[in-house]
């Protein structure tokens, strides 16, 4: 791993305006892939619905007799016609709703977040902006902040310092990115998005600097 990154920061025309400069310790002591993996299937298992369902032999109408006696008819041997085996019947072992969440401890999923974000920097798919603030929710504006940096049309994740509604809405109708404070990043978002776009407000709160970037034009 490198002593030091240093990644330009760029301003809403794509112009460079000062680069950032940190230690890839501050935000993780390495790539742990296993992690990684683990963290990112836990998240997948907790979207899904699990609302699946099939009949089972006692969710099918029908007589528990014996269809015909067990010898001396000359036909193999048969049940009661809700038997799985038979055309109509019930699933032997039938499909019912089940929950398949489950949850990691929360310090790994903060040190595989910070992973994640980490390979973006390591594999040169981050990008750091001076600003990302928004006077209105407008498309446009966002588009061409997009253009400037080359990542229009590709699948990018925008991450803000907060919670901040205007840039949302100027995002949402742009297929293929995502918007997310620090504070909600996951492993799964930003792994699942080619590019990160991380306001250097945000990278501050994630190094822990409160604000102090370290930035030099």
């Given at each position: 791993?490198?002593?030091?990154?240093?990644?330009?920061v760029k301003d809403r025309t794509g112009a460079e305006v000062g680069r950032y400069e940190f230690d890839p310790?501050?935000?993780?002591p390495g790539i742990n892939k296993q992690l990684l993996h683990d963290v990112v299937v836990m998240y997948q298992a907790n979207q899904r619905v699990g609302?699946?369902?099939s009949r089972g032999r006692g969710m099918v109408a029908g007589s528990k007799k014996k269809m015909y006696r067990q010898k001396g008819t000359g036909n193999a041997r048969m049940g009661a016609k809700r038997v799985?085996?038979?055309v109509g019947g019930g699933h032997t072992f039938g499909k019912k709703p089940r929950d398949f969440s489950y949850r990691m401890p929360?310090?790994?999923?903060?040190?595989?977040?910070?992973m994640a974000v980490l390979s973006k920097f390591l594999d040169d798919q981050a990008v750091v902006l001076d600003g990302l603030a928004a006077d209105a929710?407008?498309?446009?504006?966002?588009?061409?902040?997009?253009?400037?940096i080359g990542l229009y049309g590709k699948g990018c994740l925008l991450t803000i310092a907060g919670q901040d509604p205007t840039v949302y809405k100027s995002a949402r109708n742009i297929d293929k990115v995502l918007v997310s404070?620090?504070?909600?990043?996951?492993?799964?978002?930003?792994?699942?998005q080619r590019h990160l776009v991380i306001t250097r407000d945000a990278l501050d709160g994630l190094l822990g600097r409160n604000g102090k970037a370290?930035?030099?034009a």
């Open positions: 791993m490198a002593d030091k990154i240093s990644i330009p310790a501050e935000l993780a609302t699946m369902q799985g085996k038979r929360k310090k790994a999923v903060r040190l595989a977040t910070r929710p407008k498309t446009r504006p966002m588009v061409d902040l997009l253009k400037a404070p620090a504070a909600d990043l996951n492993p799964y978002n930003v792994l699942r370290e930035a030099a």
